[in-house]
């Protein structure tokens, strides 16, 4: 495949597109970090989780002008016998697109991505972008994901206002059930985690996904816990990553008794708190399915929903994938994975979530 992009209005003959090696990691994270429109997921060390813990094959393209970064695009392919053959930017990211100096350079770095995705043969290439970037001429879903933040103030008092009254009552009662938050480790919060997503009928992510997101990203990623100060139990958690000022929740766990102590709402809570904490200005709550119980979580909490636009280029299928939940296809499915013994869900699960995200 080429190095140059060709016959894209305005280009520069100077700029090139190619696939990164391992020692591009860090003029990676410095254009990442310089970014206007980066994102967390935008982020070298997704690389290395998507590469070593789920198996996929990672083709970031990084342009360059005169031998200085003018754009990226972090793209994995995902290859399973369940959910088929693709090219996404990215599995398991709310929207990881691509990012570039100017418009010819991004038009460099999608031409590089279609030709890319020939070459490979996978069904589709998926760019997963926010509803209100450039629109492309190509097949689009943006009815199905929203992403999901609210700003954060300085005053705690201003923040616990800030929060809708019904909503605003579950944390005082929180409160007054004795409940404390405090710092974790994977250890803890990963048998939350899959009761979690046993209860919900979903693969769950493999304990090393955890240990591989506090090691990749180092003091941009906790985990917060939420339990009572008269016992031992912990009954909530969320691993979070941090990027300039803004904090993203990304995996949550809970047991039975959480949502009758309140412990869900207390957590958000307790993450709100963090992230003034911490210095940041917002808060995301991370992407959500229209139609869920996650997403009328998170909207009674008055956050505020941003579509989400998937756009794909349809190589070798006729249509969009409908690799969610939602997907009447798929309800006897989760249905019959809640039913499964916990035992078998842990160790089967981590195989097929990778063909997920």
Request: charged fraction near 20%.
């Amino acid at each position: 495949m080429s190095s140059m992009a060709e016959n894209i209005p305005g280009l520069s003959s100077a700029l090139a597109v190619r696939i990164c090696v391992d020692a591009d990691g860090a003029r990676w994270d410095a254009y990442v970090d310089a970014a206007a429109k980066a994102t967390v997921s935008h982020r070298w060390a997704w690389r290395r989780i998507l590469q070593e813990v789920f198996g996929h094959r990672c083709h970031y393209l990084i342009a360059e002008r005169d031998g200085a970064v003018a754009g990226v695009l972090p793209l994995a392919e995902v290859k399973t016998l369940l959910f088929g053959h693709s090219l996404v930017s990215l599995p398991f990211c709310a929207h990881a697109g691509p990012i570039a100096d100017d418009e010819a350079t991004l038009l460099a770095l999608e031409a590089h991505a279609v030709e890319l995705a020939n070459e490979t043969g996978v069904q589709h290439l998926e760019l997963r972008g926010r509803a209100d970037a450039a629109a492309r001429d190509w097949p689009s879903n943006e009815e199905t994901y929203v992403e999901f933040s609210r700003p954060i103030l300085a005053d705690a008092d201003e923040n616990l206002r800030a929060i809708p009254g019904k909503q605003r009552n579950m944390v005082r009662k929180g409160m007054k059930n004795g409940l404390v938050s405090e710092l974790a480790d994977v250890k803890t919060m990963f048998p939350l985690h899959a009761q979690n997503m046993h209860r919900h009928g979903t693969p769950t992510f493999p304990q090393r996904y955890f240990d591989a997101l506090l090691e990749g990203f180092g003091n941009d990623a906790e985990i917060l816990l939420v339990r009572r100060t008269h016992g031992v139990e912990p009954l909530s958690c969320m691993i979070s990553l941090f990027f300039r000022n803004q904090m993203s929740a990304l995996n949550a766990g809970d047991t039975l008794q959480a949502r009758a102590l309140a412990a869900n709402h207390f957590l958000y809570w307790q993450l709100i708190c963090r992230a003034a904490e911490r210095g940041c200005d917002t808060f995301s709550s991370g992407r959500s399915k229209r139609g869920t119980g996650s997403f009328d979580f998170k909207d009674n909490w008055g956050f505020t929903p941003t579509p989400l636009r998937y756009d794909y280029r349809l190589l070798r299928r006729n249509e969009i994938p409908q690799n969610n939940p939602l997907n009447p296809k798929y309800r006897l499915l989760i249905g019959a994975w809640r039913r499964m013994p916990g035992w078998f869900v842990n160790r089967a699960g981590p195989m097929l979530i990778r063909g997920l995200g």
